[in-house]
């Protein structure tokens, strides 16, 4: 008897990928392909959607070829993908009308202003969970719309299909113009700022403020069911595609955090938090998002979500922009170097902060210089700002969410740093958690596509299969934390002035 896998793609940013999964939830083999970032100007990040197509593509064959594996012993497929990125297409022809407009992208920033200062924030942060910003879908649709000659009326007339990437690769691999299916799922339609996240429907009056037509949007589905099957004459296989969940969703799925209360961080270039809120979704008071985590069946679970701008990327700094490292893991050999930070502290502001500040003006500050300092307190202090960063979200969330958490499940390059990760848990006083498969988020889109279909039976199943590479437990003196943050905090006031 053959084995049988589950096959997960992750369209992330900067690349495309396919991970073949085995029923103990391992990897067996995987594939990755770059595409081309295309900066049209300062602040405007688009994709090609055919190029984000392509490269899946060969991810697929790619990864199936590699592993020996056949098409035949695919059992589902799962999708995860950068989220809030805009893809709108001619449904006849197939044929993108413009490029993916990137979630990274500000060119609608001047219009997100209006709406606060036209007083439509609230009401969009009631309906939707979200704080108006370019990010989200919303004004990238409306931008295209009014930007590409001809559009309007061929969106009028329903000709149109707009997407997320999820709905863009779903369209493709169920046959596109030959009866592709134009759905997504929820996680996916929540960070659109279209969709209420009450009533479970696109807003008819968030359609209209925007003047976007319903005809083209999605069908919005649940994260774990069968869309529809892979067409045999594009991927070469035949296969249901059962599990779809926006990246950050996908990644606390991957890391269990299936009971309310359980938070996951992903260290990579920034940070992204999210916190299971259960079956209510708790309104923010810091500025945090309030999201779908999943639909599972008739299960509806929340999220609140915040994220740091720079993370990873301040120890890219330190390589980069002051040459004191080689590369991101020496900086841990670096700060082991000095017994502490020497009373140095980095805020890396480097372009602005984010949760729970939103400061755009904020920059980058190093207070605390003496004759003494050297690299290695720099590095220490780089990494440990990534930690008191980490906490400042948290402590957010705990605010909005009435009570403390008791572990924080991790994953991202970053999360390999054992100096960060010790340092994170003695700064929160909260046992932090690395798994053994640190590919979360792929791992999410196959725990969902394969319960769908049976592969597994239930997250029970999943929960005996999950395990942990390493705890960090709080160890440092109370005192010596509360210096810590006195210190941070004081830096931090310097940033902000
Ligand atoms: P992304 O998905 O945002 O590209 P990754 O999860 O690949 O991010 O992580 C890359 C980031 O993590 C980089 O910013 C890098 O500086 C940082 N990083 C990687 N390894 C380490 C390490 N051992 N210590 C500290 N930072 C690290």
New binding site residues.
């Given amino acids: 008897m053959s084995d049988k896998y589950i096959l997960a793609l992750d369209q992330?940013?900067?690349g495309s990928r396919a991970i073949l999964f085995n029923r103990e939830g391992q990897i067996v083999s995987e594939s990755r392909k770059e595409f081309t970032q295309i900066y049209v100007k300062p602040g405007w990040v688009e994709h090609d959607p055919m190029e984000l197509w392509s490269s899946q593509l060969s991810v697929i064959s790619a990864v199936t070829a590699r592993s020996g594996i056949e098409g035949r012993d695919i059992v589902a497929v799962g999708i995860t993908n950068q989220r809030e990125t805009t893809i709108i297409w001619d449904r006849k022809t197939g044929e993108p009308v413009y490029n993916a407009i990137v979630w990274q992208d500000r060119r609608t920033a001047a219009a997100c202003e209006k709406l606060e200062k036209d007083g439509y924030g609230n009401m969009i942060q009631k309906r939707t969970g979200l704080i108006p910003d370019a990010y989200f879908s919303a004004t990238k649709i409306a931008w295209i719309l009014n930007s590409v000659r001809g559009l309007r009326s061929r969106a009028s007339a329903g000709e149109l299909c707009f997407g997320t990437v999820d709905s863009w690769l779903l369209w493709k691999l169920t046959g596109g113009v030959n009866g592709g299916i134009h759905a997504t799922d929820i996680t996916n339609a929540s960070r659109t700022m279209l969709y209420n996240i009450h009533t479970l429907e696109w807003d008819e009056e968030l359609l209209k403020l925007f003047n976007i037509p319903l005809s083209l949007m999605p069908e919005v589905k649940t994260c774990s069911e069968v869309y529809g099957m892979t067409d045999s004459t594009v991927t070469g296989f035949r296969a249901p595609l059962s599990g779809v969940a926006g990246d950050q969703q996908a990644s606390l799925f991957g890391h269990l955090c299936i009971n309310e209360g359980m938070v996951k961080n992903?260290?990579?270039?920034?940070c992204f938090m999210i916190v299971n809120t259960g079956d209510k979704p708790v309104a923010s008071s810091n500025r945090l998002l309030t999201t779908i985590a999943w639909q599972l069946g008739d299960e509806l679970v929340y999220a609140l979500e915040g994220s740091v701008f720079i993370?990873?990327?301040?120890?890219?700094w330190l390589?980069d922009g002051l040459g004191i490292i080689k590369d991101?893991?020496s900086?841990?050999e670096l700060a082991l170097g000095v017994e502490d930070n020497g009373g140095v502290y980095f805020v890396p502001a480097l372009s602005g902060l984010g949760a729970p500040w939103w400061d755009p003006y904020a920059r980058g500050t190093i207070t605390g210089i003496t004759r003494g300092t050297t690299s290695g307190h720099f590095a220490r202090a780089a990494?440990e700002s990534?930690a008191l960063q980490v906490r400042d979200v948290l402590k957010a969330m705990e605010k909005d969410y009435g009570r403390g958490f008791s572990e924080l499940r991790v994953?991202?390059?970053?999360s390999?740093?054992n100096l960060?990760m010790q340092f994170q848990s003695d700064i929160l006083g909260m046992e932090v958690v690395r798994p053994a498969v640190m590919e979360t988020t792929a791992l999410g889109a196959a725990y969902l596509a394969g319960l769908a279909v049976g592969f597994w039976d239930s997250i029970e199943e999943l929960k005996k299969q999950w395990t942990a590479e390493r705890f960090f437990s709080p160890s440092m003196s109370d005192d010596k934390v509360q210096e810590h943050i006195a210190g941070w905090q004081k830096a931090l006031a310097m940033a902000r002035s």
């Avoid at 992903?266 to 920034?270: F, H, I, K, L």
């Avoid at 993370?311 to 890219?316: C, K």
């Avoid at 994953?411 to 970053?414: E, I, L, R």
């Fill in positions: 992330g940013t900067t992903t260290y990579g270039t920034g993370a990873g990327a301040a120890i890219q390589r991101a893991p900086s841990e990494l990534i994953d991202g390059g970053a390999s740093n960060l």
